[in-house]
Structures are given as C-alpha cells and as structure tokens.
C-alpha cells in the first residue's frame, strides 16, 4: 500500500514539474545596440522645393549620409552615389562594408538623401530620424519609415 502511494505521489510531483516547464516561457532578450547592414531608398520627391527638378539636364546623382539631430555627419555616404537615377531606378540600396552600429539606442539617428552636385552644395533631398528604442518590441530586424515623399528602410541586427 505504501508503494502505491509513494508511486503516485511521485507520478504527481512528476506531472506538476512537466506543466511548470510547458508553462514556462522563455526570457525575452534585451538588446541594447543595433547594427545597420544596408540602407534602402524606395521612395523619393524628384522635385526640389521650388518644383524644379534636381539636376537641369539628367537624373539627381543620389547618396546618403548618417547625421545626428545637428546634422554633424556620422558617415559620410557620397562615395557611394547612385548617378542619374530616374523614378525606374528605385529601390536604391546600399550595404555597408562594415556595419553601422547604433549604441545608444535613445539617440536618433537620421538617413539623409542628397543630390550630389560638383560645383555648387549637394542639394538635401530629405531625411527621416531613427530612435531604435522606440522599436525594441519584438527587435524587428527591419523598420520603414517615410516623411515628406521619402521612404526609408534600414536592415540591421540586434545585439
């Protein structure tokens, strides 16, 4: 009799354990940098502010930068220009050959579109800010954004 008691008490103790652990879910990760691996452009105005077009004889020479909120450049991206593009021409992409790591996650970061143009400044196309905090549900590996006719994706990692 003792030993089909203790058996069933152990059956239980066994059984309570097993609903613990399916009960259990996994701890969440808590990321505190994210790295940059690419930069797409999709969507872009192909006309200035005056309605002019941005180069007066073929398409703008497009690059991007990284900027802080002072627009002091992070990375300078004008090497690495897409020259002539056309609304055909779009999505333009680029990777980086060394990833851009965001390690401050509550400072914003801004990808800025320019039109590079030898003789006079590059012409600001347009711009829009990450604040990776703000995306830190569910660490998506990949966040669009788009402001003023510019659509912006950056593709990265979370680390």
Same mark, same amino acid.
């Given at each position: 009799m003792k030993i089909?008691? #203790?058996?069933?008490?152990?059956?239980?103790?066994?059984?309570?354990?097993?609903?613990?652990?399916? +009960?259990?879910? !996994?701890?969440?990760?808590?990321?505190?940098?994210?790295?940059?691996?690419?930069?797409?452009?999709?969507?872009?105005?192909?006309?200035?502010?005056?309605?002019?077009?941005? %180069?007066?004889?073929?398409?703008?020479?497009?690059?991007? +930068?990284?900027?802080?909120?002072?627009?002091?450049?992070?990375?300078? /991206?004008?090497?690495?220009?897409?020259?002539?593009? $056309?609304? @055909?021409? #779009? !999505?333009?992409?680029?990777?980086?050959?060394?990833?851009?790591?965001?390690?401050?996650?509550?400072?914003?970061?801004?990808?800025?579109?320019?039109?590079?143009?030898?003789? %006079?400044?590059? %012409?600001?196309?347009?711009?829009?800010?990450?604040?990776?905090?703000?995306?830190? $549900?569910?660490? !998506?590996? @990949?966040?669009?954004? @788009?402001? +003023? /006719?510019?659509?912006? @994706?950056?593709?990265?990692?979370?680390?």
């Amino acid at each position: 009799m003792k030993i089909k008691i #203790l058996t069933l008490i152990t059956i239980m103790a066994l059984a309570i354990i097993a609903c613990k652990k399916q +009960n259990t879910t !996994p701890a969440q990760p808590n990321y505190t940098n994210f790295k940059i691996l690419n930069v797409k452009l999709s969507a872009m105005p192909f006309l200035d502010k005056s309605s002019d077009e941005w %180069d007066p004889f073929d398409g703008p020479d497009v690059f991007f +930068n990284m900027e802080d909120a002072s627009s002091n450049v992070l990375y300078n /991206g004008s090497s690495s220009r897409y020259k002539d593009i $056309s609304k @055909t021409d #779009l !999505p333009l992409i680029w990777d980086f050959v060394t990833a851009y790591p965001i390690t401050n996650l509550d400072v914003t970061h801004f990808v800025t579109a320019y039109d590079y143009d030898t003789i %006079d400044p590059n %012409d600001l196309i347009g711009y829009i800010g990450f604040k990776l905090s703000e995306h830190k $549900s569910g660490y !998506p590996k @990949t966040i669009t954004k @788009t402001l +003023n /006719g510019l659509t912006v @994706t950056i593709n990265g990692e979370w680390y």
